[in-house]
């Protein structure tokens, strides 16, 4: 005893004993343990990556159709606006990476719908804001070598393009207008990108 009328021995006898045989073995367990746990967490964690170029088709195509656009305007003389913007819709839809392309281009007096289908069968239209068809499209899914289309007069301001169950609203402006909806299934998941 030590002059305070405690134990000496009493804290190194019952924490720390002198077999520590017992104790290598809870610190190996315990290492064992958390690597085990390391390991399912690293072999657990998955990261999931999309198609990079597709998000940046929405700017490429703004930006290109732009370019098509100036470019008949400075050369009104020898440029056909609508043959000109066919031929880039045609040429993007069969080099893009992307499945399904609807495009709408034109002036107030008159618009061409546009569109090809690389997985499967559709029918995409036009409807006025009371939703009255105004011109309905039917694309075979194929290679985009082809665009299917067709032409409305007089166009209301205010259509809508209708797409399976989804509608996208697009606005006429005066001059030359070119819209556009795009989409691309990754992973299971559809994404869509579209302007106006």
């Known amino acids: 005893m030590n002059k305070r009328g405690k134990n000496q021995g009493f804290l190194r006898r019952n924490f720390f004993p002198k077999n520590s045989r017992g104790q290598f073995f809870l610190i190996l367990i315990v290492i064992i343990i958390t690597v085990i ?3 399912a967490s690293v072999v657990n964690f998955v990261e999931k990556k999309g198609d990079a170029r597709f998000y940046y ?3 490429e195509l703004e930006f290109e ?3 098509v656009i100036d470019y008949c ?3 009104a003389d020898s440029c056909n606006m609508k043959n000109q913007l066919t031929t880039f819709a045609q040429d ?3 080099y893009s990476n992307a499945d399904d392309f609807y495009y709408i281009f ?3 007096s008159e618009i061409t719908l546009a569109g090809c289908k690389k997985i499967n ?3 995409i239209k036009i409807e006025d804001s009371s939703g009255a068809e105004k011109l309905l499209l039917h694309i075979t899914k194929g290679s985009c070598d082809t665009l299917a289309s067709g032409t409305l007069n007089s166009p209301p301001q205010d259509i809508f393009l209708a ?3 989804a509608k996208y609203k697009f606005t006429l402006n005066q001059g030359e207008n070119f819209f556009f909806v795009v989409s691309k299934e990754i992973e299971g998941d559809v994404y869509t990108i579209a302007n106006g």
Request: net charge negative; charged share 35%; hydrophobic share 25%.
């Open 37 to 39: 746990a390391g390991l």
């Open 57 to 59: 088709a929405k700017d």
């Open 65 to 67: 159709s732009a370019k």
């Open 73 to 75: 305007l400075n050369n």
């Open 92 to 94: 993007y839809s069969e």
């Open 106 to 108: 034109g002036t107030t």
């Open 121 to 123: 069968d559709g029918d």
């Open 163 to 165: 797409i399976d169950d």
